[in-house]
């Protein structure tokens, strides 16, 4: 599958030790480039340090893993900086996948789908300091002062609040109120069907303004 819309070049595979995992299937080093291997024997041969075989699992990968990346951040230049990241981090990581509790598929695209996630967080950390240093170099009045140290608990409040959700419904939830996702682009990014993906978002919304009802 061709890669046009990603054109920074696969990563070099260097400074990895050989890995411990399996062995890949005889005959897959030799012959990658010339037969049809799956996703999944392509991996594990990754994971033994096959660079071709990691050539041709860049091939075929990168687009979904862009796509996910695209849905998260919403940002062509973001997402390919976070796809390009993701390929590394399947080169590294790779010697840890396991064909028997899952496809290929769906490792790398958990992998993309966390790091996108990290760099929505870490894209509002960096606006939110921004926003202090300019709110620190303003002078304030009295009012402005205690209307700070209010927005200050309310973001204490809710994280406190977001700790008594569960681990699907704080996903969900960040993806949608932190990230600007809809429903649908929350059941898409999670993989899920778009009426688990609802669920998941009012159960949490409840929970959440049950837990900040106990933190007043």
Request: hydrophobic share 40%; glycine share 6%.
């Amino acid at each position: 599958m061709a890669t046009a819309s990603l054109t920074l070049p696969p990563p070099a595979p260097a400074a990895r030790a050989a890995p411990v995992a399996a062995a890949p299937p005889a005959g897959l080093n030799r012959s990658l480039a010339d037969q049809e291997a799956t996703s999944e024997e392509l991996l594990v041969a990754v994971g033994g340090g096959d660079t071709t075989a990691f050539a041709a699992l860049y091939e075929r990968v990168t687009p979904q893993v862009l796509g996910v990346a695209l849905r998260v951040l919403r940002d062509r230049a973001l997402a390919e900086e976070v796809a390009q990241e993701v390929m590394v981090e399947v080169w590294r990581k790779a010697d840890r996948f396991d064909p028997d509790r899952g496809s290929a598929s769906g490792w790398v695209t958990t992998l993309a789908h966390r790091r996108a996630v990290d760099r929505v967080r870490s894209e509002q950390a960096s606006r939110d300091r921004d926003d202090r240093v300019s709110r620190r170099d303003q002078p304030r009045e009295y009012d402005d002062v205690a209307d700070e140290v209010q927005v200050r608990l309310d973001h204490w409040q809710v994280r406190r609040a977001m700790a008594e959700l569960t681990v699907r419904q704080r996903e969900a939830i960040e993806l949608a109120y932190f990230g600007g996702h809809t429903y649908r682009d929350v059941a898409a990014v999670l993989g899920i069907p778009e009426g688990t993906a609802k669920s998941r978002l009012r159960d949490g919304l409840l929970r959440l303004r049950h837990a900040l009802e106990d933190l007043v």
